[in-house]
């Protein structure tokens, strides 16, 4: 059964930091990885999506890179502003005969950027 | 943009009761899918959809069962509400089109008293 592991649980850093947060998995058979982000009582907002055969995606100040032989991806946010603030979720896809399996996802990384 | 709606923001229920939560999508989604979120157990998928009327199992389909009669629209269904399922709710929809990038509603918190 494929479990999926964020580190760190939580972080605080100063407005301006570069970070990276981490996410693995334990089955490397994925058909593609999700990073979302979840404000407070919110839904899920759609970051970055990595199918399988890639290994990095950008958008604006953030990067995600995907090493699925090794079951890791990780989440480059650059000059980080206090609008980052919020729990950012790692989910991978799984894909069986009728199409794509639901998302299994970490518990998330809580983000806070201190102006 | 995708766009999934969910019926309520917030709902308060009985015990026993029949809860039904409705989730729409306007971008013609073959896949559809219930998650409930719950602090420190995070995201499970209860139920999920490939197509109309058909449903499959996720990980934790006890107590619940889904009805999609209309390719945009997803029901999930608490035969007997139970306080065991106060939680928050969350519909997403994806397409092969899109390569399986899945769009999430704002969620249901559904507390049953």
């Known amino acids: 059964k494929q479990e999926v592991t964020q580190i760190p649980a939580a972080l605080s850093v100063p407005e301006g930091e570069n970070l990276v947060l981490n996410c693995s998995f334990t089955?490397?058979?994925?058909?593609?990885l999700q990073w979302f982000r979840q404000d407070p009582g919110k839904g899920l907002t759609s970051l970055l999506l990595?199918?399988?055969?890639?290994r990095e995606q950008t958008s604006g100040r953030l990067n995600a890179s995907l090493d699925k032989s090794s079951g890791r991806s990780t989440l480059y946010i650059a000059a980080s502003q206090p609008g980052d603030s919020a729990t950012y979720l790692c989910?991978?896809?799984?894909?069986?005969?009728?199409?794509?399996?639901?998302?299994?996802f970490g518990k998330g990384t809580h983000l806070i950027i201190q102006p | 943009d995708v766009k999934v709606t969910q019926s309520s923001r917030y709902l308060v229920k009985r015990t026993g009761e029949k809860v039904f939560l409705e989730c729409v999508q306007d971008?013609?989604?073959?896949?559809m899918f219930w998650y409930r979120q719950d602090p420190g157990l995070g995201l499970r998928l209860i139920y999920f959809?490939?197509?109309?009327?058909?449903?499959e199992k996720g990980d934790i389909p006890e107590g619940y069962s889904v009805s999609r009669e209309k390719k945009e629209r997803f029901s999930l269904i608490l035969e007997s509400a139970s306080t065991n399922q106060t939680s928050m709710y969350l519909c997403?929809?994806?397409?092969?089109?899109?390569?399986?990038?899945?769009?999430f509603g704002p969620g249901t918190r559904l507390t049953v008293t």
């Open positions: 997403a929809s994806s397409s092969q089109d899109r390569a399986y990038e899945q769009y």
């Open positions: 089955d490397s058979a994925i058909y593609n």
């Open positions: 990595i199918q399988s055969s890639q």
């Open positions: 989910a991978v896809c799984e894909y069986s005969g009728g199409g794509a399996d639901g998302l299994t």
């Open positions: 971008m013609d989604h073959e896949n």
């Open positions: 959809s490939y197509d109309v009327k058909m449903k």
